[in-house]
């Protein structure tokens, strides 16, 4: 996106004012046994603008960026909350202001590669899954490259840049077993473009043994007993539970739609080993998977505190709900494309670490199972969830066992983190996949491992 000077527009500021000029940017390559299936690239840019007046929000967009849309876009705005306004007076609502300057670009100084190379990568992988492991039955390898690019200003003060690239790369393994059809995935990348993180093939190869090794284990494993058993659940599991069915109940605007969460501050929701954060751009000393420094209201972004020691004890917030509740501003609004306006998301949501080491967890653990990877699920407001195991190992007298196939576990959130005894001491992120609260946009989640108490699927 060609720079935009953005602050030459502040003049024409009648109410409080956001405008914000943005373009995402996408490569999507798909091989498939071999084939080329998918090979894409595409942009969407615009820019957008969104007032607040006695109350009331408006906001207008437009997909092209120049100096007669931007100025389009503010006036149509600008009417837009007046108009509504005139219908609904909400006077006397005045928005919490925490502005900030930041310019943060996290694009590549290396060369470019070209969407012909980049197959060549992804072929270059497929061609070692076929000739080195040997019951394969059917492979997938995709890159997923997505650029955020944006540039606000706000009335009260904001001037904000930011490039914030994630790249992913998935492979998908199955194979046939006595007439089944089993399958395994794995993640790859992250935080970056695709030049920083993956500087050649042979990067992959390590991760792709380990990943063909497990896909076979599953496919000679067994079915989980069901019931409510002790597991310890790897990072990615309890990322995804602490995202889906904390995260969201702890989302401010969800609280004032009757979220279980509401009821809850400031008591005992989870065991004190349990300390669960939504972090803004840095954890524990290193750059976050998905960095927020300032959000898309101009807010400085600040962690978020969920849950310290088992007690509940903050919601994330963006501008009105923070008034509304008559709390400390946190930096969680954010939005997808040009035309979305910004709403409260998480950013990078996690447990943090404790005190134990994994192998002492597991080895405490007599007659259960260490369930390592999920695959999609759900979660309500009530923090209810279920989510589908897709990798993991029996635990029996303290020693990993056989593999287990396809499974679920569910329960109450709230209630789960409440047996939680032992948390590790080590952290791992993901960001590959797409929060989906009413527009996708990615976030980051993961954290230690958990033993606790979970309802698990059987057959």
Request: aromatic share 8%; glycine share 10%; charged share 25%.
């Amino acid at each position: 996106m060609k720079p935009v000077e953005l602050g030459s527009y502040t003049s024409l500021f009648s109410e409080y004012t956001e405008l914000r000029a943005q373009e995402n940017r996408s490569i999507n390559v798909a091989i498939v046994n071999g084939d080329v299936m998918g090979n894409s690239r595409s942009a969407g840019s615009g820019v957008s603008a969104r007032t607040f007046s006695k109350g009331i929000w408006g906001f207008a967009s437009n997909p092209i960026i120049d100096d007669e849309s931007i100025k389009k876009v503010i006036t149509a705005a600008t009417r837009n909350s007046q108009f509504l306004a005139g219908k609904e007076n909400r006077a006397g609502y005045i928005l919490p202001s925490s502005p900030g300057r930041s310019s943060e670009e996290f694009s590549t100084r290396k060369n470019r590669m070209t969407q012909k190379e980049l197959i060549e990568f992804m072929m270059e992988i497929d061609a070692r899954i076929d000739s080195k492991y040997s019951k394969i039955a059917s492979r997938t390898s995709v890159i997923q490259l997505l650029d955020m690019e944006k540039y606000l200003v706000t009335s009260d003060g904001s001037s904000v840049y930011s490039m914030i690239p994630r790249t992913m790369v998935y492979i998908s393994l199955s194979t046939e077993y006595m007439g089944e059809s089993v399958e395994l995935f794995d993640v790859h990348g992250g935080l970056g473009q695709f030049e920083d993180l993956f500087s050649k093939p042979e990067s992959l190869f390590g991760r792709l043994d380990e990943h063909y090794e497990h896909l076979i284990r599953k496919a000679e494993g067994v079915h989980p007993d069901s019931g409510m058993k002790e597991c310890i659940l790897d990072a990615d599991l309890g990322g995804i539970l602490s995202h889906e069915a904390i995260g969201h109940t702890t989302e401010a605007d969800l609280v004032r739609g009757g979220s279980v969460a509401g009821d809850y501050m400031d008591q005992q929701v989870a065991s004190p080993l349990v300390t669960l954060v939504d972090f803004a751009s840095k954890a524990l000393g290193k750059i976050c998977p998905v960095p927020v420094f300032i959000d898309d209201e101009g807010t400085v972004a600040e962690d978020a505190v969920i849950i310290e020691n088992g007690i509940l004890k903050r919601f994330m917030h963006n501008k009105e709900s923070a008034a509304s509740f008559n709390a400390r501003l946190t930096g969680n609004a954010r939005a997808y494309r040009f035309s979305d306006e910004p709403i409260i998301r998480m950013r990078n949501t996690a447990i943090l670490p404790g005190k134990s080491k994994l192998d002492d967890m597991i080895a405490s653990v007599d007659d259960g199972y260490y369930l390592m990877k999920p695959s999609n699920g759900q979660a309500d407001s009530t923090s209810e969830f279920m989510f589908g195991v897709v990798q993991g190992y029996e635990i029996k007298k303290g020693r990993l066992g056989r593999a287990i196939r396809d499974t679920t576990i569910s329960g109450v959130a709230f209630d789960v983190l409440k047996t939680i005894t032992a948390v590790s001491d080590d952290m791992k992120w993901t960001n590959g996949g797409m929060c989906g609260k009413k527009q996708p946009i990615p976030v980051g989640m993961g954290g230690p491992a958990l033993k606790c108490r979970i309802n698990i699927g059987g057959k």
